[in-house]
């Protein structure tokens, strides 16, 4: 069993900077890829950015490309989300997911485990 816990939001202003954090427990060995995925009131959730664990490749949105990095720390089996130039439209609870594939994938239904999520809130 696979568990994520995420820890880093909060209140920041617009223009200013978070590092979500995302420990991972109960892995095993093997090709597998995180994700970052966001939902705001009353609006789907959606993908911001997924990181395979052992190669590194990357995907974003396209709403953050630019502004926010996902990395891994395979020894400490955690994934971050650094979240520049924060808008206020990137206001939402973000959650971190899990899938047993490399495969890079935007779509929720491709993660099997999730966090409980944490706020994030961009004042104007």
């Known amino acids: 069993q696979v568990q994520l816990v995420e820890s880093g939001g909060g209140l920041v202003q617009a223009g200013g900077s978070l590092r979500l954090s995302c420990a991972a427990s109960?892995?095993?060995?093997?090709?597998?890829?995180m994700g970052w995925f966001r939902q705001a009131p009353g609006k789907e959730r959606e993908f911001v950015a997924a990181?395979?664990?052992?190669?590194?490749?990357?995907y974003y949105a396209d709403s953050v490309k630019g502004r926010f990095t996902i990395s891994r720390d395979n020894a400490k089996n955690t994934v971050y989300l650094q979240m520049n130039s924060l808008k206020p439209e990137d206001t939402a609870a973000y959650y971190c997911?899990?899938?047993?594939?490399?495969?890079?994938?935007?779509?929720?239904?491709?993660?099997?485990?999730w966090g409980q999520g944490t706020q994030v809130t961009v004042s104007s």
């Open positions: 997911a899990f899938r047993m594939s490399p495969v890079l994938s935007g779509a929720p239904s491709a993660y099997r485990y």
């Open positions: 109960g892995l095993t060995f093997g090709s597998y890829a």
């Open positions: 990181i395979t664990w052992t190669g590194g490749s990357t």
